[in-house]
């Protein structure tokens, strides 16, 4: 058990639509991290917080956004969803603001119909 | 712009035989990152290498990073069911974050 907790695991939805993963961090640690995988594109990173404030963004949509609350737990807001978009979403924490990812989460599992 | 391949893609194994996957960018890195991927899990931090030729062992595992710092390998001996999975290497992307392989998928046959 990595300690980094997301819901829901599985989510399917058709396109247009819009949803939102959410991310409890491991306990103690302040950097969120976002990562995209699916089977043609590997693991893509997509955003990291630390301590609320962004510190790093990589291939994140427009469409896509996040933010990590003062509580430390992060959202992942996924809008105006593509038949691309089905993945699975990880979401990672680590104590320090560096960008290494140290626990992953199981990961919410996207389906776009 | 960053690419770190690995090779090879997939890897079939007899039980007991041993395994390696070869990582390679085309920049050189400050460090590598190893992380595993149990079919259906999740990734698990492995490892951080940050010194040039720098060689670390686990068990069976041994991580080596190239002394020009482009290339590092991981090397399993004497595989068991237990080492099933896709393993990946990380570097550093550009604006601090971490940029992940392609990732070798090892199978391990009974």
């Known amino acids: 058990d990595s300690g980094v907790t997301q819901t829901p695991k599985h989510l399917i939805t058709a396109t247009g639509q819009r949803v939102t993963l959410r991310c409890s961090p491991r306990?103690?640690?302040?950097?969120v991290y976002w990562y995209q995988q699916s089977l043609d594109q590997g693991l893509q990173f997509l955003i990291h917080y630390y301590n609320g404030e962004e510190r790093a963004k990589g291939n994140i949509l427009e469409r896509f956004s996040a933010q990590q609350f003062p509580d430390l737990h992060s959202e992942l807001n996924l809008s105006s969803l593509e038949l691309g978009d089905s993945a699975l979403y990880f979401c990672a924490s680590s104590a320090g603001q560096g960008w290494q990812p140290q626990h992953f989460g199981d990961g919410t599992r996207l389906s776009i119909l | 712009g960053q690419q770190v391949m690995q090779i090879p893609q997939y890897q079939h194994v007899q039980e007991g035989e041993d395994f390696t996957t070869y990582c390679n960018s085309s920049t050189t890195l400050s460090n590598i990152q190893w992380y595993k991927q149990r079919p259906g899990g999740h990734p698990v931090f492995l490892i951080q290498l940050v010194k040039s030729g720098e060689v670390k062992k686990q068990k069976r595992l041994t991580f080596q990073f190239g002394e020009a710092k482009k290339n590092s390998s991981l090397h399993i001996t004497a595989t068991q069911t237990t080492d099933v999975g896709t393993y990946f290497c990380?570097?550093?992307?550009?604006?601090?974050?971490?940029?992940f392989g392609t990732g070798t998928r090892l199978t391990v046959i009974p």
């Open positions: 990380a570097g550093p992307g550009g604006a601090n974050n971490l940029f």
């Open positions: 306990s103690g640690d302040l950097s």
